[in-house]
């Protein structure tokens, strides 16, 4: 007896891909907007790219901690990945 598959799809593959792709992508982009909020971009202009990044990161992550996060921001899914 083969523990092999015999499924047809790809590993990986799932049809419901492209909805999770947007939502990712629209996640994402909104993340990235709130936490450019908070470094107001305006006073970074003679800052170092790599010290944005850092400050972007922080800010980022402060976003996801907060109680009024979206729904599945929540700091619980970086305390179970252990990020």
Not at 24 to 33: E, G, I, T
Not at 43 to 58: A, G
Not at 61 to 78: D, H, K, L
């Amino acid at each position: 007896m083969s523990i092999k598959s015999k499924s047809k799809r790809q590993p990986g593959k799932n049809s419901n891909q492209p909805v999770y792709l947007q939502r990712f992508v629209k996640d994402v982009h909104r993340l990235v907007v709130a936490g450019y909020k908070r470094i107001d971009p305006r006073k970074q202009c003679r800052t170092d790219e790599r010290q944005i990044t850092e400050r972007l990161v922080v800010a980022i992550n402060e976003v996801i901690r907060e109680a009024s996060a979206p729904s599945g921001w929540s700091a619980t899914t970086q305390q179970t990945t252990g990020r």
